[in-house]
């Protein structure tokens, strides 16, 4: 199943927001460390942010992006990868994660982040 094949009924009865998958003009970034950590933007600035992630000269870091974070270094120091979804999954993160998006690569954190389709 992927997200195109989801039932309207089926995602308002698990609480999924299809409108705000389906809005063309968002991206969810998602980083994944022990848990999963969500910040939605634009497109524009998903495209911006990539940029400035080639440019090391830049002094721009993806640990700096303003995602709220558990406080638990001893869960969170040690890996640290990425991934962006289109649209606001929000409402699902977690089974955008497990099935809707099919063969998803993690980014690393000096790398673009690849968008999930």
């Given amino acids: 199943m992927n997200r195109t094949q989801i039932h309207p009924v089926l995602a308002s009865n698990l609480g999924y927001d299809l409108d705000a998958m389906n809005d063309s003009e968002k991206v969810t970034l998602v980083r994944r460390r022990s848990v999963y950590e969500e910040l939605v933007m634009s497109k524009n600035e998903f495209e911006k942010m990539n940029q ?37 999954v929000t409402s699902f993160t977690d089974d955008a994660i497990g099935f809707l998006f099919e063969e998803q690569q993690w980014t690393d954190v000096y790398e673009s982040v690849r968008l999930a389709d």
């Fill in 52 to 88: 400035r992630n080639l440019h090391i000269d830049d002094d721009f870091y993806l640990s700096e992006l303003k995602m709220t974070d558990i406080q638990f270094p001893d869960f969170t120091d040690e890996e640290t990868k990425y991934i962006a979804f289109p649209g606001d």
